[in-house]
């Protein structure tokens, strides 16, 4: 047997923003939204937000400090604000950072101490309060997952807490808020949902139903990143990109990640770069090592990926290094200035992360160490 959980509620597609006013009415009062600094302002998304949540019968806190990879103490003090302006509901608006935090914050409102404790192993004994999550990108899927990506600053971490509690009550996926998102994060973006339906596929808790969406997200992506990144305002490749995201999201809330993801949470964490770009460039080295162990499976995924028959798993590999290449991301670490000495380090933080024990291939200390060193070499 399996479980397969998901959010209350998803609503895709264009137009499906308006459904916050709906989603939020019967949820109370008073809704603290949960952002970054600039890009919702920007881009009016914040004040159609508020529109919307004001038309709902809502007054609105703003909590509009969430970083790129947010700390444990943005997220407490997030927390905090929402206990202190008594808010009854927390809404999330923008890419993976904002989503996270809006979760971890929905979390901390009601729970004691930090999140950083949550990410060192405490158990999440009780529900937040009620999430949306709006998406207004196409790829980390946040909106669909039960995770929070949290930086740990003292141990240089970046750790996904995780419970069953904190799935959202509903995901607003509008394909028409990632119109703006320029070249590169479409490019970041799109490839974190490639990595997250690849890694959903090979995991070892892969499921009938995780793998289909799986398969078909690669299947999307294949066909509609190029495009997506080309023309922003191609809106076939943009909803298909959504939609690809969704699925991927659907799929490894449920079956978990693999090594890429486990690798790219210290690379990113270590050197700052973006989570879409971490995965794209560790990807095909991965790839290569998981072949050994799964050979036919990754040959499926360039089955997927390039509509046609695909029978080595060395042609699947090469397919998704040139999407890698083709969307203007590097592969491998070559341009990363990780120095000799942080090479351990590295490793042993990717051994930390819970996605390592749902790689179809068992990774030692060692092991990983050895990925990062082809990764270092390749590009
Ligand atoms: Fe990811």
């Known amino acids: 047997m399996h479980d397969f959980r998901l959010p209350g509620v998803i609503h895709f597609g264009w137009g499906a923003f308006d459904r916050l006013r709906d989603e939020a009415e019967p949820l109370g009062k008073r809704a603290l939204l949960v952002t970054g600094r ?48 008594s808010c009854d509901l927390v809404v999330g608006l923008g890419g993976g950072s904002p989503m996270d935090a809006a979760r971890g914050i929905a979390a901390m409102a009601v729970l ?12 999440v004994e009780r529900p937040g309060l009620p999430l949306i999550n709006v998406a207004t990108t196409a790829g980390t899927a946040s909106e669909i997952t039960s995770v929070s990506v949290v930086l740990d600053e003292e141990r240089r971490l970046k750790v996904g807490v995780r419970s069953p509690f ?4 509903a995901a607003i996926a509008d394909p028409d808020l990632t119109t703006t998102m320029p070249p590169a994060l479409t490019a970041a973006t799109g490839l974190d949902a490639l990595t997250h339906a690849v890694e959903s596929y090979l995991s070892t ?12 997200s690669i299947s999307l992506i294949g066909s ?29 809330a449920n079956s978990g990640l693999g090594l890429v993801h ?23 080295p991965v790839l290569r090592y998981n072949a050994a162990a799964v050979p036919e499976r990754v040959a499926a995924v360039g089955r997927a990926l390039l509509g046609r028959e695909v029978e080595e798993p060395h042609e699947a590999i090469e397919s998704v290094e040139s999407l890698v290449v083709d969307v203007g991301v590097p592969i491998g670490i070559a341009d990363l200035p990780i120095v000799e000495r942080e090479m351990p380090v590295l490793a042993q933080d990717t ?18 160490r050895a990925v990062l060193d082809g990764a270092r070499h390749t590009g």
């Open 38 to 85: 600039s890009a919702m302002k920007r881009t009016g998304v914040l004040d159609r937000a508020q529109a919307l949540l004001a038309q709902a019968g809502l007054t609105t806190a703003l909590f509009d400090e969430v970083e790129s990879d947010p700390s444990g103490a943005t997220i407490d003090r997030g927390g905090e604000l929402a206990r202190e302006e």
């Open 112 to 123: 004691e101490g930090s999140i950083i404790d949550y990410a060192r192993g405490k158990r």
């Open 166 to 169: 904190w799935f959202a009550r």
């Open 205 to 216: 808790r892969a499921t009938p139903p995780s793998e289909a969406l799986a398969l078909r």
């Open 224 to 252: 509609n990143l190029r495009a997506a990144v080309a023309d922003g305002a191609d809106r076939a490749a943009r909803e298909a990109m959504a939609l690809a995201s969704m699925l991927a999201g659907m799929a490894f």
């Open 262 to 284: 486990a690798l790219a949470h210290p690379v990113g964490a270590r050197y700052g770069v973006a989570h879409g770009a971490a995965c794209g460039r560790l990807l095909p």
């Open 351 to 368: 051994l930390v992360s819970g996605s390592v024990k749902t790689n179809p291939r068992p990774a030692t200390e060692e092991d990983a």
